[in-house]
């Protein structure tokens, strides 16, 4: 079981865009991953505190709760899980604290997931 991982990744999608979670949800469990969607902040952190994920992509749009970016306290509270922003809204990004979001390409997202998930697996 020790490379599961890489096999199988539980991913958490949260982005507003639907043009963007749509085409990503396909790539995703066609690539055997297992995914959730959540489209607001209150539906995001309702989501992590009652399943396990390996990994969020959270949009920048859905990044905010009260105007206040929720990855410091996804990263904090949920300290084993990946988190990769993507810039999905340029007026939500410029309130984020995230300057290392990514373009809203798949292949681009898709690449940084796989880079994360590599990380963990080869880790020590």
């Known amino acids: 079981n020790s490379h599961s991982m890489a096999d199988m990744a539980r991913v958490c999608l949260a982005i507003a865009d639907e043009s963007v979670s749509y085409e990503l949800l396909q790539n995703l469990v066609r690539l055997g ?7 607001n902040a209150p539906s995001l952190l309702h989501r992590l505190g009652s399943e396990r994920f390996d990994i ?3 949009g920048s749009s859905c990044a905010l709760l009260g105007g206040r970016s929720v990855a410091p306290f996804v990263k904090a509270t949920y300290a084993g899980m990946k988190v990769l922003v993507i810039n999905d809204d340029a007026a939500a990004s410029a309130i984020s604290d995230d300057d290392d979001a990514l373009a809203p ?3 681009h997202i898709l690449l ?11 880790g020590d």
């Open 33 to 39: 991953h297992q995914t959730a969607t959540a489209y």
């Open 112 to 122: 940084a997931l796989g880079q994360a998930l590599r990380v963990d697996i080869t």
């Open 105 to 107: 390409s798949i292949p």
């Open 56 to 58: 969020l992509l959270l």
